[in-house]
């Protein structure tokens, strides 16, 4: 684990540059304040231009705002609902979770991957 502080749209394409990075991964920013979706745009830009295959993962809520998951529910909302118990009224709307699926067994990985 290599932790950098600094500006991502400068600290990160000095590090793919020094460590050879191919691959990202980062938590998608689900907040969608205009900073973080300049910022999140222009490292996607750069990882482009680096050949840096770029991933995000949306891991911070069960339901994601900009996922469409609240327009599920019928309503328009002419604002985001803005505290917790607003948003539990909207999800409660949504029906249950769906259940976890079962982790994988190792026979059901391809017998060729070194692990």
Known sequence: LYVASGDPVEV?????????ITHMTHEGDETGEPYA???DA???????????DVRVCNSETLFPLGSGY?????NNFEKVPGTMSAFQVVFGK???V???????????FPSDQDH
Request: proline share 10%; aromatic share 4%; glycine share 8%.
């Open 37 to 39: 979706k300049e910022r």
């Open 98 to 108: 769906p259940d976890a699926k079962p982790a994988p067994k190792a026979d059901e």
């Open 12 to 20: 990160l394409p000095e590090l793919w540059t020094k460590f050879g």
């Open 70 to 74: 609240v327009s599920k529910v019928g």
């Open 42 to 52: 222009k490292v996607r830009a750069l990882a482009k231009e680096k050949d840096v």
């Open 94 to 96: 949504m029906g249950q």
